[in-house]
Nanobody, 114 residues
């Protein structure tokens, strides 16, 4: 099983980024998919989750109204669109797949700074 994140980088406050996570080696459409993040010196936290069919989502209060999680089961990919980024969004963002088993990607760095 591989989860490969991409799309991270350096962005100014107020800017946007779209993260992607491409999955392989698993029946993607069966898995609940999450995005987590971990900032330096802090615990990993759940940012957003989406059901296997994509018909249900949940968000951390800190990102509601700014971030949107989506998925394309035909492409085995989950996305995280991040708008109105703040310096406190700076973290390594991880993709996570859950269906009995739990799998993680290697993470992608997002830095929000002027």
């Amino acid at each position: 099983v591989q989860l490969v994140e991409s799309g991270g980088g350096l962005v100014q406050p107020g800017g946007s980024l779209r993260l992607s996570c491409a999955a392989s080696g698993l029946t993607f459409r069966s898995y609940y998919m999450n995005w987590y993040r971990q900032a330096p010196g802090k615990e990993r936290e759940l940012v957003a989750g989406i059901s296997s069919a994509g018909d249900s989502t949940n968000y951390a209060d800190s990102v509601k109204g700014r971030f949107t999680i989506s998925r394309d089961n035909a492409k085995n990919t989950v996305y995280l669109l991040m708008n109105s980024l703040k310096p406190e969004d700076t973290a390594v963002y991880y993709c996570n797949a859950v269906w009995g088993m739990r799998y993680w990607g290697q993470g992608t760095q997002v830095t929000v700074s002027s």
